[in-house]
């Protein structure tokens, strides 16, 4: 099939990942791809949107985001209706520009599919019964778009399983994070890390796009870096445990984060928020306060046997959501 995709391509969020997870097994399954994507100056207004590779022969450049004001947006057309198309993907997301998105899916003859990125039905400004297809990750989401015959549940993808050769804490204890979250989101770690220094020896490896950590500690080491996706888990696997940090919102969200992470089967520890909802509670740690945290933690280095069951159902999990599986499920919409 031909398949084109609407969407953020190359960058950090999870737009882009979904797009990127998806439109590769395409590829892999023989599928032609055309991927139509923001102008790296409009998208880029945006702060967590920052693109990480240049981009592939099949990605054209030809719409512009609204301003995080959501003005403006428009959509340079002739790119995308001087080709036919079997399959058309719409990432919706806050700051696509929706009046031109609904203009141009109207004039598509395909089968046209929306994914659900919004996390309220008042951050949606099109109507979504111009698509075929109703994408949504769980059934949280049918608070965002309601119920009808068009959605489809299709739960986000996973980055396949790889597995580390390291042993638990060999060398030295290392807990390791990465992103650009705010300051205040890494507070529970550094104040659990604080309490645990008087028992362990470790390291806490931080990698952040922007501006360092306002902290200071003997075990603190960070490294201004943007970690690319091909390299993320030889970053993972050199460490012990993930630190995830994610801040309390009332939508409905996912942690792409989360989704690229769990692959590489080292125990990730998170808050509870609502981006963990709906996984596996025994496939990550999630905690509620700093005294939670500082009691799984411990259990985490001292329990053997709870780390494996941990490590057991994250395979599980990752298995049954792998990008292969749910890119196939995208394809049976056709």
């Given at each position: 099939?031909?398949?084109?995709?609407?969407?953020?391509?190359?960058?950090?969020?999870?737009?882009?990942?979904?797009?990127?997870?998806?439109?590769?097994?395409?590829?892999?399954?023989?599928?032609?791809?055309?991927?139509?994507?923001?102008?790296?100056?409009?998208?880029?207004?945006?702060?967590?949107?920052?693109?990480?590779?240049?981009?592939?022969?099949?990605?054209?450049?030809?719409?512009?985001?609204?301003?995080?004001?959501?003005?403006?947006?428009?959509?340079?057309?002739?790119?995308?209706?001087?080709?036919?198309f079997d399959l058309f993907i719409v990432e919706s997301y806050t700051s696509i520009p929706y009046g031109a998105v609904e203009a141009l899916?109207?004039?598509?003859?395909?089968?046209?599919?929306?994914?659900?990125?919004?996390?309220?039905?008042?951050?949606?400004?099109?109507?979504?019964?111009?698509?075929?297809?109703?994408?949504?990750?769980?059934?949280?989401?049918?608070?965002?778009?309601?119920?009808?015959?068009?959605?489809?549940?299709?739960?986000?993808?996973?980055?396949?399983?790889?597995?580390?050769?390291?042993?638990?804490?060999?060398?030295?204890?290392?807990?390791?994070?990465?992103?650009?979250?705010?300051?205040?989101?890494?507070?529970?770690y550094i104040k659990a890390l604080d309490r645990l220094s008087e028992k362990y020896e470790f390291v806490y490896k931080v990698f952040r796009?922007?501006?360092?950590?306002?902290?200071?500690?003997?075990?603190?080491?960070?490294?201004?870096?943007?970690?690319?996706?091909?390299?993320?888990?030889?970053?993972?696997?050199?460490?012990?445990?993930?630190?995830?940090?994610?801040?309390?919102?009332?939508?409905?969200?996912?942690?792409?984060?989360?989704?690229?992470?769990?692959?590489?089967?080292?125990?990730?520890?998170?808050?509870?928020?609502?981006?963990?909802?709906?996984?596996?509670?025994?496939?990550?740690?999630?905690?509620?306060?700093?005294?939670?945290?500082?009691?799984?933690?411990?259990?985490?280095?001292?329990?053997?046997?709870?780390?494996?069951?941990?490590?057991?159902?994250?395979?599980?999990?990752?298995?049954?959501?792998?990008?292969?599986?749910?890119?196939?499920?995208?394809?049976?919409?056709?």
């Open positions: 099939m031909r398949i084109g995709i609407f969407s953020r391509w190359n960058a950090t969020c999870g737009v882009s990942l979904h797009a990127e997870l998806i439109g590769r097994e395409f590829i892999k399954k023989g599928h032609e791809i055309y991927v139509f994507a923001p102008y790296v100056q409009s998208a880029s207004l945006w702060w967590h949107h920052r693109i990480i590779k240049e981009d592939e022969p099949f990605v054209i450049r030809c719409y512009e985001e609204m301003d995080p004001n959501f003005r403006g947006g428009k959509i340079d057309e002739e790119k995308i209706l001087e080709r036919d899916v109207k004039k598509l003859d395909c089968t046209k599919i929306v994914v659900i990125h919004e996390g309220s039905g008042d951050d949606i400004r099109y109507d979504v019964n111009i698509f075929d297809h109703v994408v949504i990750f769980d059934e949280r989401y049918y608070e965002v778009v309601g119920r009808s015959d068009k959605v489809r549940i299709i739960p986000y993808p996973c980055v396949p399983v790889k597995r580390g050769s390291r042993k638990f804490a060999e060398n030295i204890l290392t807990f390791i994070s990465f992103g650009r979250q705010p300051v205040n989101e890494y507070e529970d796009s922007d501006g360092l950590l306002p902290f200071e500690r003997g075990w603190l080491k960070q490294e201004r870096k943007r970690i690319k996706s091909e390299e993320l888990y030889d970053y993972l696997h050199s460490s012990d445990i993930h630190l995830l940090p994610k801040g309390k919102t009332d939508k409905v969200v996912v942690s792409s984060t989360l989704f690229q992470c769990l692959g590489s089967l080292i125990p990730t520890v998170v808050p509870n928020t609502r981006h963990f909802e709906t996984v596996d509670k025994d496939a990550v740690v999630i905690y509620t306060d700093v005294d939670d945290l500082v009691e799984k933690l411990v259990r985490l280095i001292e329990d053997e046997d709870f780390r494996r069951k941990v490590i057991e159902a994250a395979e599980k999990f990752v298995e049954r959501n792998s990008a292969e599986k749910i890119a196939e499920r995208f394809l049976e919409l056709r």
